[in-house]
């Protein structure tokens, strides 16, 4: 899984994105390799994972990457999911922080 992250090309996300059930947290490290929009919107739909600890390392990956990735953060706060919406809280408050 990491290879198609250390490739970085975008094009992997939708292969990676659908392993994200079977390998969450490889998928989750792989993603946050990927720089772009395509990737930082599947990694926020992570942050609803049925597994608490793929949240918790999206939301890490999500606290490193550019700055982009407020606005689709901000976005996500109106998410249907409150998993989605309460993992964009906490990662625009650890930002705010850095």
Known sequence: MSSLGRIGDARAVESIAD??????????EALGMIEGPEATVVLIRALGHINQSVGASTQRVLENRGKSTVSLLVQALGDLDRDVRNGAIQVLKARAHL
């Open 19 to 28: 392993v994200l059930e079977e390998d969450g947290r490889g998928a989750i």
